[in-house]
């Protein structure tokens, strides 16, 4: 165990990369050494984000300037394909943890099929582990690379994940609904989706082809040992953050609803960040603004031997940097809860 770790954020100016810098510069046992960008260096993070005003902050520099003798951490929040490549150059004691899709797919044929370009890194692949913290926890700290889950996988896999390994529904017939706020899809927006009115309508987009179905179909299939492929729609939704999974679901023998909701309580009672409601209970991402915590409820259908559940999280931080920061303290072993409340 570490007394502290020195950590560089790469993509310090997009969304997740704020996030990121806002929670570890209260992490009491993290020092930030660099904050990377490549358009905005020499600049002062502080320009970025108010909430960073009062703190004090390296300026932004070039990753190609870092002293990876000083670095035990780097967070990489970065556009597809950028991890890979400084995956390549860092030194073996350097641990990544990278949010982007670079090494959540462990079938480089597959990545190549759903982003469209060879994998660089492909003998780093087996070095990484995918990892939503609260079912990886005891094999965190073997890996150099962490891959954290996309943000609308993570909201679905939380519920999910412990019902298929329970066999408790019928995994060939599970659809989604997901919604999220508009800075999941980062600060380029306008460039990736011309809809009109769109931030004061709900849009959606993906539809029968999302790249997150990829990651989705990889881990769900690992537990049933045979292919899944769940239906999947995302939209976007006039808000800047949060996502709201609605997931509609098929009980196996005589499951119902009621033994679901109390099956997700129990195994989750020691888990900090996941939070099951009360049973029919509607909820919102209001309840999870913010936070890194993730906030379930299994509610009744109305069409026998079917459950509906609602999952909420904020995609920024549960979904992205909080998630980032969580997997690191377990991999380190220090408090769960350190920088994230």
């Known amino acids: 165990m570490r007394d502290s770790l020195n950590v560089a954020i790469a993509g310090a100016t997009g969304y997740i990369g704020l996030e990121l810098i806002k929670l570890l510069s209260n992490h009491p046992k993290v020092k930030i050494k660099y904050l990377c960008a490549t358009k905005s260096v020499g600049m002062s993070i502080n320009k970025f984000d108010k909430r960073l005003k009062k703190k004090s902050f390296p300026k932004i520099s070039n990753i190609k300037k870092l002293n990876w003798k000083n670095i035990n951490v780097i967070f990489t929040a970065l556009p597809n394909g950028e991890a890979q490549k400084i995956a390549k150059i860092i030194p073996g004691d350097v641990k990544i943890i990278d949010l982007s899709a670079d090494f959540r797919l462990k079938n480089y044929t597959t990545y190549k099929k759903w982003y469209g370009f060879n994998h660089k890194c492909k ?60 800075s999941g899809a980062g600060k380029n927006i306008n460039n990736k989706f011309k809809y009109k009115n769109l931030y004061s309508s709900v849009s959606a987009y993906g539809v029968g082809a999302h790249r997150h179905m990829a990651e989705l179909d990889q881990e769900l299939s690992k537990i049933t040992k045979k292919k899944i492929n769940i239906t999947f729609t995302p939209h976007i939704i006039p808000t800047f953050r949060g ?25 989750y009672r020691k888990s900090f960040f996941v939070k099951v409601t009360k049973f029919n209970k509607p909820i919102g991402t209001g309840n999870v603004m913010n936070t890194n915590f993730c906030q379930i409820s299994v509610c009744n259908d109305r069409v026998k031997n079917r459950t509906i559940i609602i999952s909420a999280i904020d995609n920024l931080i549960k979904g992205g940097s909080g998630q980032a920061i969580q997997n690191m303290n377990v991999a380190y072993k220090f408090n769960e809860k350190l920088g994230l409340l």
């Open 243 to 267: 996502i709201l999974s609605t997931i509609y679901l098929e009980n196996k023998g005589k499951v119902n609803s009621k033994m679901i909701y109390k099956f997700l309580k129990k195994y």
């Open 123 to 182: 003998n780093l692949i087996s070095k990484s582990i995918y990892s939503i913290t609260e079912f990886k926890k005891n094999d965190l700290h073997k890996y150099k690379i962490i891959s954290c889950p996309g943000c609308y996988p993570t909201s679905i896999q939380i519920p999910l994940v412990p019902l298929i390994k329970k066999r408790m529904i019928i995994v060939n017939n599970i659809i989604v609904d997901s919604k999220s706020g508009y």
